[in-house]
């Protein structure tokens, strides 16, 4: 049996949409930080009776247990019967980014059952047929994940931008509703693609994200990258918000909370928000600021987990 633990990653510059449903191949590139704390913790046992899936202490069956099935087939072509038993410590399916740690921890722990040899772009490859965003979870701190040109995705694979201690920062994610989502990212995906008129303006205007993020990233001006995060994250949500039907993650307590970001930088304090596919909101600031963020958002939500850059996955 291999186990592996691997951590979530949240996007700063978005992934959504895609140009191969199959393949899981992005219409556009994206940028994240890989998070400490939060983690996944996944064991693949293969050679038992039946395909098994346990996740966090209950029996799985139907689409879910499929999906991880499936993968097992693509990252271990022609293998046994397997046993997966997987743990999580944070919510799953509410826009916390746990199908970016899911995939990577099951990538990494079936490669090292079967006993196979991948590079980090090997895994990170197999990670996104899974989950898009599991492929940028194969790397600690700060990863690029660029959309790639070829057709059977090759060169669409998480980078390395920056080592996880390059820069002390922490994302203070702020749990509006832990349940789990009505609509998933991928279907969510495919009906912005359909219907919304914002989708072609959303991927023709990526790059300049991209290249603000980096270049912040790299001389870590916390400002610049906030601005464009936010950016990237109101283009994401608006192509959801005119989709038909509409799809709108946000909730009360969600703008309730970007209004107290907004209020502490009118006070000086650097701090930008960002939001998944789900109401939860998660905001970027230096670690110095961390508390008085988590204190402002505490005045709306239960439960606020002020988070530092993590590593990439490990065996254990
Ligand atoms: O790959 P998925 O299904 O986890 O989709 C991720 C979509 C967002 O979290 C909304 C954006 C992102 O880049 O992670």
Redesign the pocket.
């Known amino acids: 049996m291999a186990t592996a633990i691997a951590h979530p990653?949240?996007?700063l510059?978005?992934?959504?949409g895609k140009r191969d449903r199959v393949l899981?191949l992005?219409s556009t590139s994206?940028i994240?930080l890989t998070l400490d704390t939060f983690e996944t913790k996944t064991s693949v046992q293969l050679g038992s009776g039946q395909d098994l899936l346990v996740v966090n202490g209950r029996a799985l069956m139907g689409k879910e247990a499929e999906r991880v099935f499936n993968h097992l087939d693509l990252v271990v072509p022609g293998r046994q019967k397997a046993q997966v038993v997987s743990e999580s410590n944070f919510p799953m399916a509410a826009?916390l980014?746990?199908?970016?740690s899911a995939?990577a921890a099951l990538t990494v722990a079936a490669i090292a059952e079967a006993g196979l040899e991948k590079t980090p772009e090997e895994m990170s490859i197999l990670a996104?047929q899974g989950?898009?965003?599991?492929?940028?979870s194969l790397w600690g701190g700060w990863v690029e994940?660029h959309r790639g040109m070829e057709e059977d995705g090759t060169d669409s694979h998480g980078k390395h931008l920056a080592p996880r201690d390059h820069w002390d920062v922490r994302m203070v994610v702020a749990v509006v509703a832990g349940g789990k989502k009505k609509i998933?990212?991928?279907e969510?995906?495919l009906r912005t693609m359909q219907t919304s008129p914002m989708y072609a303006a959303w991927v023709n205007s990526y790059e300049r994200d991209m290249r603000q993020a980096r270049q912040a990233i790299l001389e870590q001006d916390l400002e610049a990258l906030g601005v464009a995060m936010e950016r990237s994250t109101l283009k994401?949500h608006s192509t959801m918000m005119t989709s038909e039907p509409p799809i709108r993650y946000w909730r009360g307590a969600s703008v309730a909370l970007m209004d107290a970001i907004e209020n502490l930088r009118a006070k000086g304090i650097g701090a930008w928000w960002t939001?998944?596919?789900?109401p939860n909101v998660k905001v970027l600031c230096e670690a110095e600021d961390a508390e008085r963020v988590a204190a402002a958002l505490g005045a709306f939500v239960q439960q606020v987990s002020v988070l530092a850059p993590g590593g990439p996955p490990r065996l254990v």
Do not use: H, L
Request: aromatic content about 12%.
């Open positions: 990653n949240i996007a510059i978005k992934y959504w899981n992005p994206s994240s826009g980014a746990s199908s970016s995939f996104r989950s898009g965003s599991a492929c940028r994940w998933s990212s991928r969510g995906m994401m939001m998944d596919a789900g």
